[in-house]
T-cell receptor, first 113, second 115 residues
């Protein structure tokens, strides 16, 4: 199994509070991704990173920011959480080409009250 | 823009039945890759298979088989002699010629296999 961990695994927070989710990998893969999973929508890409300090937006990036200061860590921040951001968040890693499959972390269940 | 459609949101079968999960995709890329992932009740996402757009050969792995047809833009997944352990949500995904090697996922099909 690919070495990917996410923390926290579960979080309940209140509307308007900042939240940071962490993804940590031990595989030294170049690409890292943040997805959210909602019923009926599959997984949708929020942001991705193609190297240290190199990030770009995905399909549903509004309300989210990311940072990658080290190869192994990719942080997802909700500056001011809203109830619409209640979801399961998955981190994924990839060696870097379209050919390569993405390996997923265990997920973080976030509830915004 | 890319799109993946899994029209079957839920399928229920009885153990030992064969079941096919449909996946239809849209892309303008000439080179692309198709994937299937499994999400069991425990929640993790497990990679099952990758297929590139130049290889239309069907693939079989044990009870699992995949039928890729470019003419109909479909990449269907068949489970033969289903088992209770096959109960999961299955996702089809597409990766094309994009800067981030991003995956576009279908909405998923929930398969319930009853004993």
């Amino acid at each position: 199994d690919a070495g990917i961990t996410q923390s926290p695994r579960h979080k309940v927070t209140e509307t308007g509070t900042p939240v940071t989710l962490r993804c940590h990998q031990t595989e030294n893969h170049r690409y890292m991704y943040w997805y959210r999973q909602d019923p009926g929508h599959g997984l949708r890409l929020i942001h991705y990173s193609y190297g240290v300090k190199d990030t770009d937006k995905g399909e549903v990036s509004d309300g989210y920011s990311v940072s990658r200061s080290k190869t192994e860590d990719f942080l997802l921040t909700l500056e001011s959480a809203t109830s619409s951001q209640t979801s399961v968040y998955f981190c994924a890693i990839s060696e870097g080409s379209s050919y390569n499959e993405q390996f997923f972390g265990p997920g973080t269940r976030l509830t915004v009250l | 823009a890319q799109k993946v459609t899994q029209a079957q949101t839920e399928i229920s079968v009885v153990e030992k039945e064969d079941v096919t999960l449909d996946c239809v995709y849209e892309t303008r890329d000439t080179t692309y890759y198709l994937f299937w992932y499994k999400q069991p009740p425990s929640g993790e996402l497990v990679f099952l298979i990758r297929r590139n757009s130049f290889d239309e050969q069907n693939e079989i792995s044990g009870r699992y088989s995949w039928n890729f047809q470019k003419s109909t833009s479909s990449f269907n997944f068949t489970i033969t002699a289903s088992q209770v352990v096959d109960s999961a949500v299955y996702f089809c995904a597409l990766s094309g010629n994009n800067a981030g090697n991003m995956l576009t996922f279908g909405g998923g099909t929930r398969l319930m296999v009853k004993p």
